[in-house]
């Protein structure tokens, strides 16, 4: 049950940091084109990346279950956004903006796959030799 409670608190801070972030970054930048869920997204890979290398039983900082799983289930969980996503790259296929939906969605999948691979070779990087 403790293990279900942590990912429970790590999951609503994860969702408030990601209310926060969609409003200051679309304060940033504009709204027209989804770059908050696709910065949220990234940094929640290299997040998520990184905390799988480096507190794994061969990391920097090795843990048990539940530090991990309150990082990359509850955190990493509530502060991602594939479901924001998916309906923001739907929004612009239904409007006919056909060239967005397909950046977005290069774009969101690329540069994810690109930052998890950078925060999983950071945390190995940080391994004891």
Not at 2 to 20: D, F, K
Not at 31 to 47: E, K, M, R, Y
């Amino acid at each position: 049950m403790q293990t279900y409670l942590w990912i429970g608190v790590g999951g609503a801070l994860g969702s408030m940091a990601r209310h926060w972030s969609n409003g200051a970054i679309g304060a940033l930048v504009g709204v027209g084109f989804p770059w908050a869920t696709l910065v949220i997204n990234v940094l929640g890979s290299l997040v998520i990346g990184f905390v799988a290398a480096a507190m794994n039983a061969e990391g920097r900082w090795p843990s048990g279950d539940l530090p991990r799983q309150f990082i990359m289930v509850g955190l990493c969980g509530g502060y991602t956004t594939f479901s924001a996503f998916s309906l923001q790259t739907l929004d612009l296929i239904q409007k006919g903006q056909w060239l967005p939906a397909a950046g977005n969605t290069g774009l969101s999948v690329g540069l994810c796959l690109i930052a998890v691979w950078l925060g999983y070779a950071g945390g190995v990087a940080l391994a004891p030799k």
